[in-house]
Protein backbone atom coordinates (compact mmCIF):
# COMPACT_ATOMS: atom_id res chain seq x y z
CA UNK A 1 0.00 0.00 0.00
CA UNK A 2 1.23 3.59 -0.94
CA UNK A 3 0.65 6.07 1.48
CA UNK A 4 0.65 8.77 -1.44
CA UNK A 5 -2.60 6.50 -2.43
CA UNK A 6 -4.16 7.40 0.92
CA UNK A 7 -3.13 11.20 0.68
CA UNK A 8 -4.80 11.36 -2.13
CA UNK A 9 -7.69 9.54 -0.90
CA UNK A 10 -7.79 12.01 1.66
CA UNK A 11 -7.23 14.65 -0.48
CA UNK A 12 -10.32 13.71 -1.98
CA UNK A 13 -12.39 13.50 0.90
CA UNK A 14 -11.69 17.26 1.75
CA UNK A 15 -11.97 19.21 -1.44
CA UNK A 16 -15.09 17.15 -2.50
CA UNK A 17 -13.84 16.17 -5.84
CA UNK A 18 -10.98 13.77 -8.16
CA UNK A 19 -10.12 17.07 -10.21
CA UNK A 20 -9.39 19.51 -7.10
CA UNK A 21 -7.89 16.84 -5.39
CA UNK A 22 -5.71 16.74 -8.20
CA UNK A 23 -4.94 20.09 -7.80
CA UNK A 24 -3.94 20.19 -4.21
CA UNK A 25 -1.50 16.96 -4.46
CA UNK A 26 0.05 18.05 -7.69
CA UNK A 27 -1.68 15.23 -10.06
CA UNK A 28 -3.63 14.93 -12.91
CA UNK A 29 -7.35 14.04 -12.45
CA UNK A 30 -6.63 10.89 -14.24
CA UNK A 31 -2.97 10.34 -12.34
CA UNK A 32 -5.54 10.30 -9.78
CA UNK A 33 -8.58 8.00 -10.83
CA UNK A 34 -5.49 5.47 -11.04
CA UNK A 35 -4.14 5.58 -7.76
CA UNK A 36 -7.53 5.52 -6.30
CA UNK A 37 -8.47 2.34 -8.22
CA UNK A 38 -5.18 0.81 -7.85
CA UNK A 39 -6.32 1.04 -4.31
CA UNK A 40 -9.18 -0.26 -4.26
CA UNK A 41 -7.80 -3.26 -6.44
CA UNK A 42 -5.55 -3.78 -3.49
CA UNK A 43 -7.90 -3.54 -0.48
CA UNK A 44 -10.61 -5.53 -2.80
CA UNK A 45 -13.11 -2.97 -1.96
CA UNK A 46 -15.21 -0.21 -3.85
CA UNK A 47 -13.94 3.11 -2.14
CA UNK A 48 -16.43 5.52 -4.42
CA UNK A 49 -19.87 4.71 -5.74
CA UNK A 50 -19.37 6.13 -9.31
CA UNK A 51 -22.85 6.44 -9.93
CA UNK A 52 -23.01 9.08 -8.33
CA UNK A 53 -21.79 12.81 -9.73
CA UNK A 54 -19.24 13.39 -7.95
CA UNK A 55 -19.02 9.95 -6.81
CA UNK A 56 -19.38 9.45 -3.26
CA UNK A 57 -17.54 7.03 -0.54
CA UNK A 58 -18.94 4.31 0.28
CA UNK A 59 -19.59 2.53 3.63
CA UNK A 60 -16.22 0.78 3.12
CA UNK A 61 -14.60 3.88 1.67
CA UNK A 62 -15.00 5.25 5.14
CA UNK A 63 -13.46 2.79 7.00
CA UNK A 64 -10.55 2.84 4.38
CA UNK A 65 -10.33 7.02 5.33
CA UNK A 66 -9.93 5.96 8.93
CA UNK A 67 -7.39 3.53 7.96
CA UNK A 68 -5.16 5.45 5.95
CA UNK A 69 -5.36 8.75 8.90
CA UNK A 70 -4.02 6.44 11.36
CA UNK A 71 -1.61 4.69 8.84
CA UNK A 72 -0.32 8.35 7.86
CA UNK A 73 -0.08 9.96 11.37
CA UNK A 74 1.57 6.36 12.40
CA UNK A 75 4.10 7.60 9.64
CA UNK A 76 4.46 10.74 10.62
CA UNK A 77 4.97 10.07 14.16
CA UNK A 78 7.94 7.68 13.29
CA UNK A 79 9.44 9.66 11.08
CA UNK A 80 9.91 12.67 13.61
CA UNK A 81 10.89 9.80 16.43
CA UNK A 82 13.43 8.33 13.87
CA UNK A 83 14.86 12.48 13.55
CA UNK A 84 15.19 12.36 17.29
CA UNK A 85 12.30 14.58 17.52
CA UNK A 86 9.73 13.85 19.86
CA UNK A 87 7.88 17.25 20.04
CA UNK A 88 6.37 17.02 16.47
CA UNK A 89 3.99 16.00 14.31
CA UNK A 90 0.30 15.98 14.68
CA UNK A 91 -1.22 15.47 17.90
CA UNK A 92 -4.80 14.55 17.57
CA UNK A 93 -6.68 16.34 20.62
CA UNK A 94 -10.30 16.38 22.54
CA UNK A 95 -11.90 18.40 24.84
CA UNK A 96 -14.90 19.43 27.05
CA UNK A 97 -16.06 22.76 26.44
CA UNK A 98 -15.49 24.29 30.06
CA UNK A 99 -11.67 23.86 29.76
CA UNK A 100 -11.37 24.30 26.07
CA UNK A 101 -12.96 28.14 25.92
CA UNK A 102 -10.38 29.43 28.93
CA UNK A 103 -7.38 27.51 29.02
CA UNK A 104 -6.52 24.49 25.86
CA UNK A 105 -6.50 27.14 23.36
CA UNK A 106 -3.23 28.93 25.55
CA UNK A 107 -1.80 26.00 26.26
CA UNK A 108 -1.82 25.28 22.55
CA UNK A 109 -0.37 28.67 21.33
CA UNK A 110 2.25 28.09 23.79
CA UNK A 111 3.16 24.79 22.55
CA UNK A 112 2.90 25.98 19.60
CA UNK A 113 5.51 28.58 20.03
CA UNK A 114 7.68 26.14 22.23
CA UNK A 115 7.57 23.46 19.09
CA UNK A 116 6.88 24.54 16.18
CA UNK A 117 7.32 21.35 14.42
CA UNK A 118 4.09 20.62 16.51
CA UNK A 119 0.66 20.42 14.78
CA UNK A 120 -2.24 20.03 17.18
CA UNK A 121 -5.78 19.46 16.01
CA UNK A 122 -8.70 19.84 18.13
CA UNK A 123 -12.11 18.48 18.57
CA UNK A 124 -14.43 20.05 21.42
CA UNK A 125 -17.03 17.35 22.54
CA UNK A 126 -19.08 15.63 25.54
CA UNK A 127 -16.72 13.63 28.09
CA UNK A 128 -18.01 10.09 26.88
CA UNK A 129 -17.56 10.13 23.44
CA UNK A 130 -13.67 11.77 23.92
CA UNK A 131 -12.87 9.21 25.99
CA UNK A 132 -14.01 6.54 24.13
CA UNK A 133 -12.26 8.18 20.68
CA UNK A 134 -8.50 8.23 22.89
CA UNK A 135 -9.67 4.32 23.74
CA UNK A 136 -9.95 3.73 20.21
CA UNK A 137 -7.12 5.49 19.00
CA UNK A 138 -8.61 8.05 17.13
CA UNK A 139 -7.60 10.64 19.91
CA UNK A 140 -4.21 10.65 21.27
CA UNK A 141 -5.84 12.50 24.67
CA UNK A 142 -8.82 14.19 25.82
CA UNK A 143 -9.16 16.94 28.41
CA UNK A 144 -12.12 15.97 30.86
CA UNK A 145 -13.51 16.18 34.25
CA UNK A 146 -12.95 13.45 36.57
CA UNK A 147 -15.06 10.74 35.30
CA UNK A 148 -16.38 7.36 36.70
CA UNK A 149 -15.20 4.04 35.03
CA UNK A 150 -12.15 5.12 32.70
CA UNK A 151 -11.13 1.76 30.96
CA UNK A 152 -8.27 -0.20 32.35
CA UNK A 153 -6.21 0.58 28.83
CA UNK A 154 -6.34 4.72 29.69
CA UNK A 155 -5.09 6.59 32.77
CA UNK A 156 -6.26 9.98 33.83
CA UNK A 157 -3.71 12.75 35.19
CA UNK A 158 -5.59 15.93 36.30
CA UNK A 159 -3.94 19.10 35.73
CA UNK A 160 -6.24 21.16 37.10
CA UNK A 161 -7.94 21.21 40.72
CA UNK A 162 -10.64 24.28 41.64
CA UNK A 163 -13.18 25.63 44.04
CA UNK A 164 -17.20 25.95 42.06
CA UNK A 165 -18.05 29.22 43.37
CA UNK A 166 -22.06 30.78 43.54
CA UNK A 167 -21.82 33.78 41.74
CA UNK A 168 -24.40 37.01 41.52
CA UNK A 169 -24.74 40.43 40.08
CA UNK A 170 -23.51 43.33 42.95
CA UNK A 171 -27.22 44.38 43.06
CA UNK A 172 -28.15 40.94 44.55
CA UNK A 173 -25.17 41.16 47.46
CA UNK A 174 -25.57 38.80 50.43
CA UNK A 175 -23.35 37.19 52.46
CA UNK A 176 -25.10 34.31 53.14
CA UNK A 177 -25.05 31.51 50.14
CA UNK A 178 -28.04 29.66 51.21
CA UNK A 179 -29.88 32.69 51.29
CA UNK A 180 -29.08 33.83 48.09
CA UNK A 181 -30.21 30.15 47.33
CA UNK A 182 -33.51 30.21 48.88
CA UNK A 183 -34.26 33.44 47.68
CA UNK A 184 -32.70 34.90 44.77
CA UNK A 185 -33.67 33.91 40.90
CA UNK A 186 -31.37 30.67 39.95
CA UNK A 187 -29.96 30.00 36.55
CA UNK A 188 -29.78 26.56 36.43
CA UNK A 189 -26.28 24.64 34.55
CA UNK A 190 -28.41 22.12 32.21
CA UNK A 191 -26.04 19.74 30.22
CA UNK A 192 -25.47 15.81 30.06
CA UNK A 193 -21.86 16.42 31.96
CA UNK A 194 -20.28 15.77 35.78
CA UNK A 195 -20.23 19.01 36.69
CA UNK A 196 -23.73 19.51 35.86
CA UNK A 197 -24.50 16.43 38.32
CA UNK A 198 -22.21 17.95 40.70
CA UNK A 199 -24.05 21.13 40.88
CA UNK A 200 -27.17 19.75 41.70
CA UNK A 201 -26.27 17.02 44.20
CA UNK A 202 -24.82 19.97 46.14
CA UNK A 203 -27.67 22.15 45.94
CA UNK A 204 -29.99 19.08 47.14
CA UNK A 205 -27.20 18.28 49.87
CA UNK A 206 -27.82 21.79 51.09
CA UNK A 207 -31.91 21.05 51.33
CA UNK A 208 -32.55 24.62 49.29
CA UNK A 209 -35.22 25.02 46.86
CA UNK A 210 -34.49 26.83 43.89
CA UNK A 211 -36.22 29.53 42.40
CA UNK A 212 -35.42 28.55 38.42
CA UNK A 213 -35.77 31.21 36.02
CA UNK A 214 -33.45 29.82 33.21
CA UNK A 215 -31.65 26.64 32.17
CA UNK A 216 -28.94 27.24 30.32
CA UNK A 217 -26.32 24.53 28.70
CA UNK A 218 -22.69 26.64 28.77
CA UNK A 219 -21.11 27.85 31.34
CA UNK A 220 -20.09 31.47 29.20
CA UNK A 221 -23.72 32.06 28.84
CA UNK A 222 -24.39 31.58 32.45
CA UNK A 223 -22.06 33.66 33.58
CA UNK A 224 -22.79 36.47 31.26
CA UNK A 225 -26.51 35.90 32.48
CA UNK A 226 -25.59 36.53 35.56
CA UNK A 227 -23.42 39.66 34.55
CA UNK A 228 -26.52 40.92 32.91
CA UNK A 229 -28.63 41.01 36.89
CA UNK A 230 -30.83 37.67 35.48
CA UNK A 231 -30.24 35.80 38.42
CA UNK A 232 -27.86 33.49 40.19
CA UNK A 233 -25.79 30.36 39.60
CA UNK A 234 -22.52 28.79 40.38
CA UNK A 235 -19.74 28.12 38.03
CA UNK A 236 -16.10 26.46 38.65
CA UNK A 237 -13.24 29.43 39.10
CA UNK A 238 -11.97 28.94 35.67
CA UNK A 239 -14.93 30.76 33.78
CA UNK A 240 -14.27 33.64 35.98
CA UNK A 241 -11.00 35.17 33.85
CA UNK A 242 -12.28 37.95 32.33
CA UNK A 243 -11.92 41.55 33.12
CA UNK A 244 -15.32 42.06 32.96
CA UNK A 245 -15.87 39.40 35.74
CA UNK A 246 -14.11 41.49 38.47
CA UNK A 247 -17.92 43.22 39.56
CA UNK A 248 -19.31 39.94 39.70
CA UNK A 249 -19.80 38.52 43.50
CA UNK A 250 -18.48 35.28 44.56
CA UNK A 251 -19.03 33.48 47.46
CA UNK A 252 -17.90 29.80 48.42
CA UNK A 253 -20.34 27.04 47.24
CA UNK A 254 -20.60 24.38 49.37
CA UNK A 255 -19.64 23.36 52.91
CA UNK A 256 -17.20 22.12 52.58
CA UNK A 257 -16.66 24.23 49.26
CA UNK A 258 -16.78 21.67 46.32
CA UNK A 259 -14.16 21.11 43.99
CA UNK A 260 -13.80 19.54 40.77
CA UNK A 261 -11.46 18.63 38.77
CA UNK A 262 -10.07 17.86 35.00
CA UNK A 263 -7.41 15.90 33.49
CA UNK A 264 -5.89 14.98 30.05
CA UNK A 265 -6.93 11.23 29.23
CA UNK A 266 -4.86 9.06 26.92
CA UNK A 267 -3.78 4.96 26.16
CA UNK A 268 -1.67 4.00 28.95
CA UNK A 269 0.93 2.93 26.12
CA UNK A 270 1.11 5.59 23.68
CA UNK A 271 3.60 7.17 21.05
CA UNK A 272 2.58 10.66 22.11
CA UNK A 273 3.54 10.41 25.74
CA UNK A 274 6.26 12.84 25.35
CA UNK A 275 4.28 15.68 24.29
CA UNK A 276 1.07 14.86 25.91
CA UNK A 277 3.28 15.14 29.01
CA UNK A 278 4.54 18.33 27.96
CA UNK A 279 1.39 19.61 27.35
CA UNK A 280 -0.17 18.35 31.25
CA UNK A 281 3.10 20.85 31.84
CA UNK A 282 1.63 23.98 30.70
CA UNK A 283 -2.04 23.10 31.30
CA UNK A 284 -0.72 23.16 35.17
CA UNK A 285 1.43 26.23 34.84
CA UNK A 286 -2.07 28.48 33.31
CA UNK A 287 -4.10 27.00 36.14
CA UNK A 288 -1.63 28.75 38.80
CA UNK A 289 -2.86 27.97 42.39
CA UNK A 290 -5.20 25.56 41.17
CA UNK A 291 -2.96 23.64 38.76
CA UNK A 292 -1.83 19.90 39.53
CA UNK A 293 1.79 18.57 38.50
CA UNK A 294 1.66 15.44 37.08
CA UNK A 295 2.40 12.42 38.79
CA UNK A 296 5.10 10.01 37.61
CA UNK A 297 2.68 7.29 37.61
CA UNK A 298 0.15 9.43 35.34
CA UNK A 299 -2.14 8.73 37.96
Known amino acids: MDTRQLKTLLAIQSHGTFAHAADVVGLTPSAVSQQIQALE ?17 TPSGLQVIEMAKDILQREEDTKASLRGDQIAGTLMLGSVRSSA ?15 PDLKPSLRISLSSPLIADVAAGRLDAAMVAEHVGFPNALRWSPFLREPLWLIAPASMASEDPIDLLNTRPYIR ?44 SVVPHVALQE ?28 PRGEIISRLHSVLSELCGEYGVERSSSGQ
Do not use: H, K, W
Open 41 to 57: DELRVSIFDRSTRPPRL
Open 189 to 232: FRCAVPLANLIDTEVSRLGVVTNDVAEVDTIGSIVTCVRQGLGI
Open 101 to 115: LNLLPRALVQMRQRY
Open 243 to 270: PEDIGIIRLPFGTPQVTRQIGIVERTVS
